[in-house]
């Protein structure tokens, strides 16, 4: 019996040791078969938010030991200080990052090229074109032409560095700087070193073929990737930084701005109104949050108020409408010239401006309007009220001869300039103090 029992006890100990050793071998085998990768799409002018965004990606994926992040990217541009920081941190995260130009029809430009080149790997959808990152001032004034220069040169030995890092054609890399060449994606894999590494239809075909691939790293380290039946993670913005990345567009900035300034005009017209002031002032704080982040050109940002500010004052001055022509000139110039870039994304759109300037005018006509119609209208009150006013003489009135009037439901003492008999009808004609002059009516 003792024996029996040893047995099965060496039985079941034998048993749990099998399959804990399977358990053991099977599970490099299940994290093999299921690697993770975070894949972010980036749909904006790259900024402090977009910025915020794709680094906030990248440590999400080191924290949680990704083989790879793709990021979907399509821009026309943005920030230089906010591409360099991006760069920055794709250099030392420890996943490799790769950048996808997509889909067909989309574009990396300016800021989008230097994030393009400067990736791990970087892949173009069927066409598609990056290139053209020729710097542009970010206070939207002309720079001068050795300034120009400077700057230029800058960003393409930056471009030069990244591509000579990444084993990319940096003669290329250099000439979209210099040039502002652009490249479509049959060139860009065709030249020799190729700028890119894959031409690919989808994130699907992409992984598919990067699975085995050995990629270089920044520093000359060698990651091979395992993206084989890889477990794709979605990393949307947070409504914060939506919010922030939509305003930060040339358009709403510009709403924001004339909205913001509406409503403080207002709050001053009618002093204790509250809301108009708490949302004005909300829409230019946000509006100027967004100008920060936009190539602003201050001459046009001035010229916007310049011409706001004479149209709140053709409320206060007489000047025949000169106010409102000089105040809508300065809103349609100052709108021109707000955003100077090359760029038309960066624009503003003349759908926007037209119908904001014209509702700038509908209100100035309106209220200018109301205050000549209430000046015209004959006082009712006070001293100038009682001119024309109809009353009865109760007493006679002549030259020499005061004598008293019954009027706005008052007696007044009264003089005139002609005989008046008593019960006769008058009309004042002028206001002295306490007695006024009438006349028969």
Not at 228 to 251: D, E, G, K, Y
Not at 291 to 318: R, S
Not at 365 to 373: H, K
Not at 389 to 401: S, Y
Request: proline share 5%; hydrophobic share 55%.
């Amino acid at each position: 019996m003792k024996t029996t029992l040893v047995r099965i006890a060496s039985l079941i100990f034998s048993s749990v040791a099998v399959l804990t050793a399977a358990a053991w071998q099977d599970a490099p085998a299940v994290s093999a078969a299921a690697p993770l990768v975070y894949v972010a799409e980036v749909d904006s002018i790259i900024h402090p938010v977009s910025a915020e965004y794709m680094i906030g990606t990248m440590d999400l994926a080191d924290r949680n030991g990704a083989a790879l992040v793709v990021f979907i990217l399509r821009t026309p541009g943005g920030l230089v200080d906010s591409t360099r920081a991006i760069v920055s941190h794709m250099i030392a995260a420890k996943t490799p990052v790769a950048v996808f130009v997509a889909p067909a029809g989309a574009r990396a430009a300016s800021a989008g090229f230097l994030l393009t080149i400067a990736a791990d790997i970087d892949a173009m959808a069927p066409g598609t074109h990056i290139g053209a990152a020729h710097p542009v001032t970010g206070s939207g004034e002309k720079m001068d032409e050795t300034m120009a220069k400077k700057a230029a040169e800058d960003v393409a030995a930056y471009a030069r560095t990244l591509a000579g890092r990444r084993h990319r054609n940096a003669t290329l890399a250099a000439a979209a700087v210099m040039e502002s060449r652009a490249f479509t994606e049959a060139e860009a894999i065709g030249a020799s070193p190729p700028l890119i590494d894959l031409v690919v239809a989808d994130v699907p075909e992409l992984l598919k073929k990067l699975d085995g691939r050995t990629v270089s790293r920044f520093d000359g380290s060698t990651v091979a990737l395992r993206t084989n039946r890889a477990r794709l993670v979605p990393v949307t913005m947070s409504l914060r930084q939506q919010v922030l990345s939509a305003i930060a567009h040339p358009n709403v900035a510009y709403l924001l701005l004339s909205l913001g300034t509406l409503g403080l005009t207002i709050e001053l017209w009618t002093p204790g109104a509250v809301l108009p002031g708490v949302a004005g002032g909300l829409c230019l704080l946000l509006a100027f949050f967004a100008l920060q982040m936009l190539p602003v050109n201050f001459a046009g940002l001035l010229l916007i108020l310049f011409g706001l500010l004479l149209l709140a004052l053709e409320i206060k001055v007489t000047s025949y409408g000169l106010l409102t022509v000089g105040g809508l000139a300065g809103l349609v110039l100052g709108s021109m010239i707000l955003i100077d870039s090359p760029i038309p994304e960066l624009q503003l759109s003349l759908r926007v401006v037209l119908p904001v300037v014209l509702g700038f005018a509908g209100i100035a006509v309106f209220l200018v309007r109301l205050g000549v119609a209430s000046q015209q209208q004959p006082a009712i009150t006070g001293a100038a009220g009682m001119i024309g006013e109809v009353g009865r003489a109760m007493t006679d009135i002549g030259p020499e001869l005061p004598g008293r009037v019954a009027t706005h439901g008052e007696i007044w003492q009264a003089t005139s300039d002609e005989s008046i008999v008593a019960g006769a009808r008058v009309r004042v004609t002028r206001v002295d103090g306490l007695q006024v002059a009438v006349r028969r009516d």
